[in-house]
Antibody
Framework: EVQLVESGGGLVQPGGSLRLSCAASGFTFSSHAMHWVRQAPGKGLEYVSAISNNGGSTYFANSVKGRFTISRDNSKNTLYLQMGSLRAEDMAVYYC??????????????WGQGTLVTVSS | EIVMTQSPATLSVSPGERATLSCRASQSVSSSLAWYQQKPGQAPRLLIYGASTRATGIPARFSGSGSGTEFSLTISSLQSEDFAVYYCQQYSQWPLYTFGQGTKLEIK
């Protein structure tokens, strides 16, 4: 069974840093690209960042570029999101999601339950 | 960036009836379109990918159609567990996937 379990969320002051983790199991983690997607309270879904299966390529939404980094440790089946210079608008539930491929392209099939990041003084 | 627009924002339907949700892309995404269901406090659940292919374990009452810029999700006979928020998402532009703002399906 595919499982994605996020952790690391919590309360952080504006300007602070936080590292999120996503522990994967039930599939060959190193074969899949991964995404982080966030959802502000009561709002819709927003792409944050993506990483290739081997970690060699990383991508960021303009809203987080230069402040967030994404990485993975395939030996530990874990995905990370290092968040810095946090702002009130970064407050959200952060989900990790697995990327799979078919003839229509690369899409997200399994999502974790999310971890809440609260940015407040 | 491809903008996804869903309509209506809220849809009120009685159990057992049919519901049709719409999604429009600001430019063609071919068939690179997915639908997700989200219930309160839960993660999004993949329903449809490739615009019309049901994901594993998704009941046959869920169907997707469309291509290019116009898409729809139809639930043929609403069950109590289907009342939720539904999002469409384009994955035509890796990795800048964009989502619609969601349609809340509520009990009439």
């Amino acid at each position: 069974e595919v499982q994605l379990v996020e952790s690391g969320g919590g309360l952080v002051q504006p300007g602070g840093s936080l590292r999120l983790s996503c522990a994967a199991s039930g599939f060959t983690f190193s074969s899949h690209a991964m995404h982080w997607v966030r959802q502000a309270p009561g709002k819709g879904l927003e792409y944050v960042s993506a990483i290739s299966n081997n970690g060699g390529s990383t991508y960021f939404a303009n809203s987080v570029k230069g402040r967030f980094t994404i990485s993975r440790d395939n030996s530990k089946n874990t995905l990370y999101l290092q968040m810095g210079s946090l702002r009130a608008e970064d407050m959200a539930v952060y989900y990790c999601a697995r990327v799979v491929y078919d003839s229509s392209g690369y899409f997200l099939d399994y999502w974790g339950q999310g971890t809440l990041v609260t940015v407040s003084s | 960036e491809i903008v996804m627009t869903q309509s209506p924002a809220t849809l009120s339907v009685s159990p057992g009836e049919r519901a049709t949700l719409s999604c429009r892309a600001s430019q063609s995404v071919s068939s690179s379109l997915a639908w997700y269901q989200q219930k309160p406090g839960q993660a999004p659940r993949l329903l449809i990918y490739g615009a019309s292919t049901r994901a594993t374990g998704i009941p046959a009452r869920f169907s997707g159609s469309g291509s290019g810029t116009e898409f729809s999700l139809t639930i043929s006979s609403l069950q109590s567990e289907d009342f939720a928020v539904y999002y469409c998402q384009q994955y035509s532009q890796w990795p800048l996937y964009t989502f619609g703002q969601g349609t809340k399906l509520e009990i009439k």
